[in-house]
């Protein structure tokens, strides 16, 4: 089966100027996440959509972060005005809900964002 | 709340070496725990889980064993190459209002020829 796809795999913006990344899960999963990677930690959930409804958003900066999952198969992570700190890698996974905890997430490729 | 520590980094092997990453988590609940691999330039890739205490994960000579009364889950390969040369992420994911996948912050692996 098809992957879970991310673009674009690389952008460098200035600081102050607005960004936005794309996702498209692996087909039938519901259950669609956003995390941000910054370099030398663990992934960090910055939001999580069943279908096109949001789960939890809890650790999302909402002053300049922006999610949408519109029809509930895409999805798109936008930030502005973007911060030098928001430098990372954004990785976007899904999961089929209905195998609860015993299923993994399956991760995208990552954006990698360098804000200079 | 559910967390995840794993043993910091870099290690440094040699071609052949035996290799431990350790991992403990708190959770509430029965959560399931997984070791993801990020090879260099790539995106997170599954490597081994385990659903219920006592069980083992395995997969390419890694192996790990659900230790409900440690809670810990560490990773273990008898013989690591060159090639296993990436960064390791201990998870576990648990229904906490909807399943999550929570991270330790990784341990980076180097195998020396």
């Known amino acids: 089966e098809a992957g879970v796809a991310q673009s674009p795999r690389y952008k460098i913006i200035e600081k102050r100027q607005s960004v936005a990344f794309w996702c498209n899960p692996i087909?039938?999963?519901?259950?669609l996440y956003w995390y941000q990677q910054i370099l030398g930690q663990g992934p960090k959930l910055l939001i999580q959509?069943?279908?096109?409804?949001?789960?939890?958003d809890s650790q999302l900066p909402k002053d300049r972060f922006s999610a949408e999952r519109l029809k509930g198969v895409d999805s798109t992570l936008k930030i502005q005005p973007a911060k030098l700190e928001d430098s990372a890698v954004y990785l976007c996974a899904s999961s089929h809900p209905g195998r609860g905890v015993n299923t993994e997430a399956f991760f995208g490729q990552g954006t990698r964002l360098t804000v200079v | 709340g559910n967390s995840v520590t794993q043993m910091e980094g870099p290690v440094t092997l040699s071609e052949e070496a035996f290799l431990t990453i350790n991992c403990t988590y708190t959770a509430t609940g029965y959560p399931s725990l997984f070791w993801y691999v990020q090879y260099p330039g790539e995106g997170l890739q599954l490597l081994l889980k385990?659903?219920?205490?006592?069980d083992k994960g395995s997969n390419k000579g890694f192996e790990a064993t659900y230790r409900k009364e440690t809670t810990s889950f560490h990773l273990e390969k008898g013989s690591v190459q060159v090639s296993d040369s990436a960064v390791y992420f201990c998870?576990?994911?648990?229904?906490?209002?909807?399943?999550?996948?929570?991270f330790g912050a990784g341990t980076r692996l180097f195998v020396k020829a």
């Open positions: 998870a576990l994911r648990a229904n906490t209002g909807g399943f999550k996948t929570i």
């Open positions: 087909s039938g999963h519901a259950t």
């Open positions: 959509f069943q279908n096109n409804g949001v789960v939890d």
């Open positions: 385990a659903t219920k205490a006592d």
